[in-house]
Nanobody
């Protein structure tokens, strides 16, 4: 059974840190492009950080560059998001996403999985 389970969210003061975890089961994260998204109330879901399957290249939203770091532990089949220097505007539900494209002959299809989310609240 394919599953993504996020954890590590909570309430933190501005300037604080949190580390989110995304534990995968039923598939191998190193074979997938893994991405963290977030959605604040009344706003659209936005990409926060991603890591590719091959090579492990990372990319970040401009708003989190230099503060957030995405990483992957293949042995634990888990992806992390280290968040430092948190700001109130980082408050949102954070979601983990896994995508892979499978080529089968002349056709292809996409596997796309989402976790249930973990809430991050930055407030004094």
């Amino acid at each position: 059974q394919v599953q993504l389970v996020e954890s590590g969210g909570g309430l933190v003061q501005p300037g604080g840190s949190l580390r989110l975890s995304c534990a995968a089961s039923g598939f191998t994260v190193s074979n997938y492009a893994m991405t963290w998204y977030r959605q604040a109330p009344g706003k659209e879901r936005e990409l926060v950080a991603g890591i590719t399957s091959a090579g492990g290249r990372t990319n970040y939203a401009d708003s989190v560059k230099g503060r957030f770091t995405i990483s992957r532990d293949n042995a634990k089949n888990t992806v992390y998001l280290q968040m430092n220097s948190l700001k109130p505007e980082d408050t949102a539900m954070y979601y983990c996403n896994a995508v892979s494209t499978v080529v089968a002959g002349v056709s292809s299809y996409e596997n796309n999985y989402w976790g249930q989310g973990t809430q991050v609240t930055v407030s004094s």
